[in-house]
């Protein structure tokens, strides 16, 4: 199973990751998007990956816990699968405003999906230049936010930091949801083949 991911930058760059946004796609809008967020420098705080397992550290639990909160403070958002990686977080993302319960969502989040590849406007909006409110943009930009301040606060010793980017991939239709959720789900099996991991980094 393959999916595809725009290629990494070397570990001495600012970027993992380069970005695959859409230019005139609303983020705002309803939809599914594949997120990944790395640390910079690709640095490793969230844990280590033991026998093809994720073993979290302290940080790492508490980018785990904020992560599962996300929609407690944006009520249009679905949780799907993810994973946090020793330095990156992998993500599935649904937006969906008329989603006001958030009961039941693992069973619920295969319909909501379907709806929203239904409902997605054919012709792609002008996004605003600052985030909207209820953004894809905003949502990582509070979690990554609310992840640095507890965590500077609770490590004296280190300067724990973002990329000050993340990538994201509009989920097209169920197979491509299907096949994202397979790789998320054995991204720490194949943590030694991982563009993300810095000793498969161009030097």
Not at 31 to 51: D, P, R, S
Not at 111 to 135: D, F, G, T, W
Request: overall charge positive.
């Amino acid at each position: 199973m393959t999916i595809e991911i725009e290629p990494s930058e070397k570990f001495q760059n600012k970027y993992c990751v380069k970005s695959a946004r859409l230019k005139k796609w609303n983020y705002s809008s309803e939809g599914a998007y594949f997120i990944t967020i790395c640390l910079k420098n690709c640095e490793y705080f969230f844990g280590e990956i033991v026998n093809g397992k994720m073993q979290l550290s302290r940080i790492g639990i508490v980018v785990d816990k904020y992560w599962r909160e996300i929609p407690k403070h944006f009520p249009s958002v679905i949780l799907d699968e993810y994973i946090i990686m020793p330095n990156h977080v992998h993500g599935i993302i649904m937006i969906n405003h008329n989603n006001n319960s958030h009961r039941d969502v693992a069973v619920r989040r295969d319909v909501a999906v379907q709806r929203l590849y239904r409902e997605r406007p054919k012709n792609y909006k002008m996004s605003m230049i600052s985030p909207k409110s209820q953004s894809l943009s905003a949502i990582i930009r509070s979690y990554k936010s609310i992840c640095t301040k507890t965590i500077n606060k609770m490590q004296n010793q280190i300067f724990f930091a973002w990329q000050s980017r993340f990538y994201d991939r509009i989920i097209r239709d169920d197979n491509e949801l299907n096949r994202i959720r397979e790789y998320i789900f054995i991204n720490p099996s194949n943590w030694m083949k991982d563009c993300n991991n810095p000793e498969n980094l161009l030097i």
